[in-house]
């Protein structure tokens, strides 16, 4: 019996770890109700387990101004006050609930009281930590010191293991119901407010969703959709608005196929390597070419194939730029029935092609190199 009870506990362990998003669990209220965490779906969650006599405690007004700023947005607060951090969290959840309203004026939620961490833990909680991971204290901040300092005494291998650390533990979960970041308490509330607006702001979510596929679904796009990317293109900056770029936008299918039997001769083994082959562009049923004065113009047609890769994906189009094929196209005498159709003046020069067409792939983000950023402050 006592076997099958340890053997039901697992099978329950794996399946909240196994759950699909933050909508796959319930809590409790303040007045001990079931609710399902599905009510806050395609909202943007802050959720925090919380005590009300920690040094961290004073965060509940940092917590309540980020709420009152966003929560028009689509902004929740999900406060799990929790006793597990040096019984920082004592009495009932209507003597803690009292406290925080009389003191801090919360408006967020408070959930009753939970555990985080232990084999009475929340399977919420379970499934936030499999999420993502302790990543350290800042020890390079005083606080960030302090409380590695603190927990490293009671066990040096403390941070070998993804359990909570201490009250006011953050984690930000996106409009998916999946979690996007970790933010230990002494975390700067500065840097969770830059992610919040990473994933409330659609302009950066736009920003930061967009990637670089090579694999399309055989669906050419809709006219007006390429009519609008390239609107929002021509519509980026140029220097004293000279506009000195001019655009091509491929949507004969064929010619795009015709100049890719070309490419197969020349190039048979960069046939093989891409399993998906479709074309030489990178497999995309459309190309929007992007042509310069021989003399300049570089700059400007910059900034408009970045706009159109941009209102591409808010059209749930993806985009590649490309170069490659661009070097091919000018070298191999084969090609010029191609550069033909596109009716470059003789002063232009093609630049570069942004292969556009609806993604069959999702590929994951490349890393960014912040380090190249300096900011130069007083
Ligand atoms: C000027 C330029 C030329 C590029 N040429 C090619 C190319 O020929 N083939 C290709 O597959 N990707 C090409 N890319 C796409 C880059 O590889 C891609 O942007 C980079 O790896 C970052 O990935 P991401 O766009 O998904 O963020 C080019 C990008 C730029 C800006």
Request: charge should be positive.
């Amino acid at each position: 019996m006592k076997r099958l009870i340890v053997c039901l506990m697992a099978v329950v362990a794996v399946m909240n770890v196994a759950a699909q998003s933050v909508y796959d669990f319930k809590v409790k209220d303040e007045a001990g109700r079931e609710v399902s965490l599905e009510q806050y779906k395609g909202k943007v969650l802050l959720i925090v387990n919380t005590a009300t006599r920690c040094g961290f405690t004073p965060q509940y007004n940092e917590l309540e101004a980020l709420y009152s700023k966003y929560k028009a947005e689509g902004l929740e607060i999900l406060d799990f006050p929790c006793n597990q951090f040096g019984q920082q969290a004592p009495g009932s959840i209507e003597e803690i609930h009292q406290f925080c309203t009389a003191n801090f004026n919360i408006h967020f939620p408070q959930f009753d009281k939970i555990e985080v961490n232990g084999p009475n833990e929340h399977p919420l909680y379970k499934w936030l930590k499999s999420q993502k991971g302790f990543g350290g204290f800042d020890v390079n901040d005083q606080r960030g010191k302090m409380m590695d300092g603190m927990l490293r005494k009671k066990d040096a291998a403390y941070d070998k293991n993804s359990d909570i650390k201490w009250n006011f533990t953050k984690f930000l979960v996106g409009r998916d119901g999946q979690v996007i970041n970790r933010y230990e308490p002494t975390a700067n509330m500065g840097d969770i407010e830059s992610d919040l607006q990473m994933e409330m702001n659609p302009v950066l979510k736009n920003i930061m969703a967009r990637r670089s596929v090579r694999k399309y679904l055989d669906k050419p796009v809709e006219h007006s959709k390429l009519s609008l990317v390239v609107r929002a293109g021509i519509n980026a900056p140029s220097g004293m608005n000279r506009q000195p770029w001019i655009v091509r936008v491929v949507e004969d299918q064929q010619l795009i196929a015709d100049v890719t039997n070309v490419y197969k001769q020349v190039n048979p083994e960069m046939v093989k390597r891409d399993k998906n082959f479709k074309n030489m562009f990178r497999n995309a049923p459309n190309l929007i070419c992007v042509c310069t004065p021989v003399n300049g113009g570089d700059l400007d047609a910059g900034l408009l194939g970045e706009n159109m890769m941009l209102a591409a994906q808010s059209l749930g189009l993806g985009t590649c730029c490309l170069g490659g094929p661009v070097r091919f196209l000018l070298s191999n005498e084969k090609c010029k029935f191609f550069m033909e159709r596109l009716e470059i003046p003789a002063d232009y020069k093609l630049n570069y092609i942004i292969a556009i067409g609806y993604p069959d792939e999702q590929p994951d983000a490349k890393p960014r190199d912040a380090s190249k950023v300096k900011f130069i402050r007083p």
